[in-house]
C-alpha cells in the first residue's frame, strides 16, 4: 500500500513539472518575434494595416531595428507615410546593420517619391500614433484655464495640432512573398512551334509550318489568376505543288493580343493547364518579297485569331521559371489589303499570290517564360526582415 503512495506521489510530481515546462510565460523577445512572423504572413497576403499591428506590437516589447523596417513598409504600403517616414527613422537609431540601414534609405526614397507623385507635404520625425484631435484650450497651449490670468481674446490661437500626412496605398505589394506560388506581375518567354495546315489556295502553299513567338504576360487579377498577353510571332511555310505562279514561300509576322487564365490544382501548385484566345493583325510576305534595298516586305494585311492550351511547370525559388507544352491553331482572313492588279509596284495581286482566301494552321510548341514579382524586375523592392 505505502509503495503505491509514493508511486503516485511520484507520478503526479513529474507530472506537475512536465506541465510547469510546457506552461512557460514567452520572454517579450519571443512574443515580438512571434508577432514579426505572423505580420509578414499578413504582408505576403497583401494585407498591411493588420501586419502594420503587429509590426507596431513587436516594435513595442522590443526595439529593434529590423521590426522598425517591417514597419516603416507596411505603413508606407497603406499610404501612411508619415507614420512610415517616423518608422523609418528609428532604424538608424536602433543599431541597425548595414544591410538594414540601406533598406531603410530605399524606403525612405520610395516615401518621398511617394508624397511628391501624391502632392503631399511629408512632416519629418513627426509622430506616427494618428491626429490627437483638436486641442480643447487653444488660447492657453492646451493646458486647463487659470483663474488668476484670464485669456487674452485678441490673442491668436496656436496652430492646431499635427495630423499625419495618408496618401493613397500603394497598388504593388513591395515585398515578395516567402512561398512560391504561380502568381507573377509580368513576364517575358519565347516560344517554338511546328505543325501544318493550309493558307490561302489551294496548293500555292505548302501544308508543313513552323514558326516563333516572343510574348509579355500581365496578371491582371492575381487571385484569379487571370492575365493579358501581348505578342508577335512569325511563321513559315514552304512552297506548295503549284508552280504555274511566281511564288513559292509565304511568311506572316502577327501582331496580337490574348487573355488567358492559369488552372491549378493546389495551393502553390507547380503544374498548372492555361487556355487562350486572342486576335492579330496578319502582315504576309509571299516569295520572300523584296523591296529596292534588299529588305523584305509584308505588303498583305488580314486579320486572324489564335487559340491554345499549354500546360505549364514552374520552378526556382519562387517559380520564377516557366517551361511550357502546347497546342494551338493560328486561323486567318482573306488578305483584306494588299497590292492590286493594278498596282505598277511589280508585286503580285492578292489572287496572285493566292491570299484572297484565308486558311488555318495548327501547331505543337515549347516554350520558356521568366516571371517578374514587381514592376522594377525580378527583386522585391524591399525583403522583409
Request: proline share 8%; net charge negative; aromatic share 8%.
Amino acid at each position: 500500500m505505502t509503495r503505491l503512495i509514493l508511486l503516485g506521489s511520484l507520478a503526479s510530481l513529474v507530472s506537475a513539472l512536465a506541465l510547469t515546462g510546457t506552461a512557460r510565460a514567452e520572454t517579450q523577445a519571443e512574443i515580438a518575434a512571434r508577432l514579426n512572423e505572423e505580420g509578414k504572413q499578413l504582408m505576403y497576403k497583401d494585407q498591411p494595416a493588420d501586419a502594420a499591428k503587429k509590426f507596431q506590437e513587436a516594435v513595442a516589447r522590443v526595439p529593434e531595428a529590423k521590426y522598425f523596417v517591417n514597419l516603416c513598409t507596411a505603413r508606407l504600403q497603406e499610404g501612411k507615410l508619415d507614420e512610415a517616414l517616423t518608422a523609418c527613422d528609428a532604424v538608424e537609431l536602433n543599431n541597425p546593420t548595414p544591410d538594414q540601414k540601406s533598406k531603410a534609405g530605399k524606403l525612405i526614397e520610395k516615401i518621398n517619391e511617394e508624397a511628391k507623385k501624391q502632392n503631399l507635404e511629408l512632416h519629418a520625425g513627426g509622430g506616427g500614433g494618428g491626429d490627437p484631435g483638436p486641442n480643447p484650450n487653444p488660447q492657453n497651449g492646451g493646458r486647463p484655464p487659470d483663474p488668476n490670468r484670464p485669456i487674452d481674446p485678441n490673442r491668436p490661437p496656436p496652430p492646431r495640432p499635427y495630423a499625419p500626412t495618408v496618401g493613397r496605398p500603394l497598388g504593388q505589394n513591395l515585398v515578395m512573398a516567402s512561398t512560391p506560388d504561380n502568381k507573377y506581375t509580368w513576364t517575358l518567354g519565347i516560344d517554338l512551334f511546328g505543325g501544318g495546315g493550309q493558307i490561302g489556295q489551294s496548293n500555292f502553299y505548302g501544308s508543313a509550318v513552323g514558326g516563333l513567338r516572343i510574348k509579355g504576360d500581365y496578371l491582371l487579377n492575381p487571385a484569379s489568376r487571370v492575365g493579358a498577353q501581348g505578342y508577335f510571332q512569325i511563321s513559315h511555310l514552304g512552297p506548295g505543288s503549284d508552280d504555274s505562279f511566281r511564288v513559292d514561300t509565304l511568311d506572316i509576322f502577327d501582331v496580337g493580343v490574348a487573355g488567358y487564365k492559369h488552372v491549378c490544382l493546389g495551393k502553390t501548385p507547380r503544374l498548372c493547364i492555361t487556355p487562350l484566345v486572342g486576335v492579330h493583325l496578319s502582315l504576309m510576305s509571299p516569295a520572300g518579297e523584296m523591296d529596292s534595298t534588299g529588305s523584305q516586305v509584308f505588303n498583305y494585311a488580314g486579320v486572324g485569331a489564335r487559340g491554345e492550351i499549354a500546360l505549364t511547370y514552374a520552378f526556382g525559388r519562387r517559380f520564377e521559371h516557366a517551361l511550357s507544352i502546347m497546342g494551338g491553331v493560328n486561323i486567318y482572313s482573306p488578305v483584306l489589303s494588299g497590292p492590286s492588279e493594278f498596282d505598277d509596284s511589280g508585286s503580285l495581286s492578292i489572287e496572285e499570290a493566292g491570299l484572297d482566301k484565308g486558311g488555318a494552321a495548327g501547331y505543337l510548341g515549347l516554350g520558356y517564360t521568366y516571371r517578374f514579382n514587381t514592376p522594377l524586375g525580378s527583386s522585391p523592392f524591399v525583403t522583409l526582415e
